[in-house]
């Protein structure tokens, strides 16, 4: 679509942002809608977050996104800060208010839920405890959305346990698992989530061995590239649902389009197949 001076503006800023996947996602939207309007990756140092964050009402853009190291640095910048990302500790989406105000949200625990309940729509918050390996911020976002949901035990594992300790320190009803019972500890539980990098491209596989995991329990990876990753492949192998990382991405999204935008986006089979790059 032709852009013209009206055009709405927002973007994602990281370091780098060259792998991010969020300007396909968005102009995807931006084009299926008619929106007027553009989405743009914004290469920003981290030094100077808060400097470009501030600068945004400036430019006249609506918002942004901000990925990885930005979404703690990018704190005290914001004038508001909503509940919710008070407690993950981290914001990824900024709208600029009709006042100029920059207000701060976490819309990664919304894509978690969300992506979870649309690939596993069998899954119950009742179904036991939910096990997450890994301790990183994307975890942070992954065990409030959790306990928003009601379940009532999270284990972490986490090859620092002092990492896994300093989160559980804040969040109630975390349970810490020394890494070698890790394997050990998947026993009973409804829910596995792998919170780390661990099976993404260049990296290696998860090391879990899923013997004790309920054939019930369902799998869920955060990472997306590949989107079959070694540990979903295991876990499918032997029959147990699988939830992979691409639809958290996309749903977590969807919050910030629409208040930057105007109109509630929706996720599909066509945009999944977008995003990757996949033929129609």
Not at 2 to 8: H, I, Q, V
Not at 106 to 123: C, H, K, M, V, Y
Not at 217 to 223: E, F, L, P
Request: hydrophobic share 50%; proline share 6%; glycine share 12%.
């Amino acid at each position: 679509m032709m852009l013209t001076g009206k055009a709405r503006l927002a973007g994602v800023m990281g370091w780098p942002v060259s792998h991010s996947r969020s300007p396909r996602l968005h102009g995807h939207w931006l084009e299926r809608y008619g929106i007027d309007g553009a989405y743009v990756p914004l290469a920003v140092r981290p030094e100077r977050v808060c400097d470009a964050v501030r600068a945004l009402p400036i430019l006249g853009f609506s918002g942004c996104n901000l990925t990885v190291p930005h979404k703690e640095l990018v704190l005290p910048a914001l004038d508001r800060i909503d509940p919710l990302a008070r407690r993950i500790g981290a914001v990824n989406t900024v709208v600029v208010a009709a006042d100029g105000a920059l207000e701060g949200s976490n819309t990664d625990a919304f894509g978690f839920i969300q992506s979870l309940r649309e690939a596993a729509p069998g899954w119950s918050a009742a179904a036991g405890p939910a096990m997450i390996v890994g301790a990183g911020g994307a975890v942070r976002a992954i065990v409030v959305a959790l306990q928003q949901a009601g379940v009532a035990e999270v284990r972490i594992a986490n090859r620092t346990r002092a990492r896994a300790e300093t989160l559980a320190a804040e969040f109630g009803g975390v349970a810490v698992v020394d890494w070698v019972d890790r394997a050990r500890a998947l026993d009973g539980v409804g829910l596995l989530v792998n919170g780390t990098t661990q099976g993404m491209t260049g990296e290696p596989a998860l090391d879990l061995d899923l013997t004790h995991l309920p054939a019930s329990a369902i799998v869920a990876d955060i990472v997306y590239v590949p989107l079959m990753t070694p540990l979903l492949a295991a876990a499918a192998a032997r029959g147990n649902p699988i939830v992979d990382g691409l639809g958290m991405l996309l749903h977590q999204a969807r919050p910030g389009f629409e208040k930057w935008f105007g109109v509630a986006p929706q996720v599909d089979a066509d945009l999944r197949r977008f995003v990757l790059g996949l033929p129609g």
